[in-house]
């Protein structure tokens, strides 16, 4: 019993707001095949991100529209997610370089705040292997996507530093991309398999609406935000869990995470951890889809919604079902955007910033990059 109880603490670790980018080709090797289906990822490329961190003042992103949690409430003693990263995009501050840290932080979180296999804790996403750069033109358009094993709300922006031994969050910051067109697009995992052997399942493209944050509402001002399109659920108002942060420096007692080793101790505190448990159950964390009504607004298409995605089964479910991807969302959120025409030529890091609003984390990720000029003829197209 006291090991399977190990067991369940150490899966609780793994449970929480992640997301990662899985197009272009990036160092955490998140990707376009699996997408968030958490059980086929392996390098655990969701797992490099900051936490706990909340914003430096007074909340700027209070309209409605713009808003994925609570989304009703614009002050007073209901409105919990007024210090959370997105209820000021870009203002919260980062763990590292700008391409998140393994874990989230020095020491473990049972919130999903634990590092990738074969890093240790707080190791900066920037010292990750170089993949071959994916090449873009300077003043075209390109295409970038991210997946989500838990949905936070909040929003993201893309951004690029050149890698010239100075990539900081302050040099993504200065170069964030504009969308390009109205509406993203859901691309699904390509390894779902088929019933009857065949190969994996082929699935359509899904159009959705794009909502993008005014840019005077954002850090800097005139930066590229969208919120995350993505509703999660209403269950409960997340104000009768308290509200508390997680304490970095108070190990977690009560039982089953009492009988871990010393190098496997949680961190947060006893009751920051019944305070979560009981946040992360009103956002949906029993339910795959979001219940008709009780999505926090309205979905981008039908059956769009929810806080950890939906069982999947593989195999013949009559004589060998196997249940994988029970964490994660089966498809990717597709945006294109602008490269400007101001950048030199060059080797570029590629960040991807998601700035939560159900909780105080901040997921992202770094691929590498090459600009090139656009040939006279493509100009003149």
Not at 117 to 125: C, F, N, Q, R
């Amino acid at each position: 019993m006291v090991r399977s109880s190990i067991v369940f603490a150490c899966l609780l670790s793994q449970v929480e707001a992640h997301g990662h980018i899985t197009f272009p080709p990036n160092r955490a090797k998140g990707n376009l095949s699996v997408a968030g289906l958490s059980d086929l990822n392996p390098d655990a490329p969701f797992l490099w991100f900051s936490q706990p961190m909340t914003i430096p003042g007074e909340p700027v992103l209070n309209d409605a529209e713009f808003r994925t949690y609570n989304v009703d409430v614009k002050s007073g003693d209901h409105d919990w997610s007024r210090k959370m990263p997105w209820r000021a995009p870009g203002t919260a501050p980062v763990r590292g370089s700008g391409c998140g840290v393994a874990g989230g932080a020095d020491v473990m979180i049972p919130n999903g705040g634990s590092p990738p296999p074969g890093y240790a804790m707080g190791v900066d996403g920037l010292t990750l292997p170089e993949n071959t750069p994916s090449e873009w033109q300077i003043g075209g358009v390109a295409t970038v996507g991210f997946a989500l094993l838990a949905n936070h709300g909040g929003g993201y922006s893309w951004r690029l530093c050149k890698k010239d031994g100075n990539v900081t969050e302050e040099c993504f910051q200065q170069n964030t991309l504009p969308f390009h067109g109205s509406h993203s697009w859901l691309h699904y995992a390509e390894v779902i398999p088929s019933r009857d052997g065949s190969g994996p399942l082929k699935f359509p493209e899904v159009e959705i609406p794009r909502v993008v944050v005014p840019d005077d509402q954002v850090h800097p001002k005139g930066s590229h935000w969208a919120r995350n399109p993505l509703p999660g659920c209403k269950y409960c108002d997340q104000t009768t869990c308290g509200g508390l942060l997680p304490n970095m420096t108070e190990k977690i007692t009560m039982p089953p995470f009492d009988q871990l080793p010393d190098d496997q101790a949680q961190y947060g505190g006893n009751a920051w951890l019944k305070s979560e448990g009981c946040a992360q159950q009103c956002s949906g964390f029993n339910f795959m889809q979001c219940p008709p009504g009780m999505q926090q607004f309205d979905e981008p298409a039908p059956g769009i919604s929810g806080y950890i995605g939906n069982f999947m089964v593989v195999g013949d479910p009559l004589t060998a079902p196997k249940v994988v991807g029970i964490e994660g969302f089966s498809f990717s959120i597709m945006d294109k955007v602008k490269v400007p025409d101001h950048l030199d030529e060059g080797e570029y890091l590629l960040s991807w910033r998601w700035d939560c609003e159900q909780s105080p984390q901040i997921w992202q990720q770094c691929a590498d990059i090459r600009l090139v000029k656009q040939s006279e003829e493509e100009v003149l197209v």
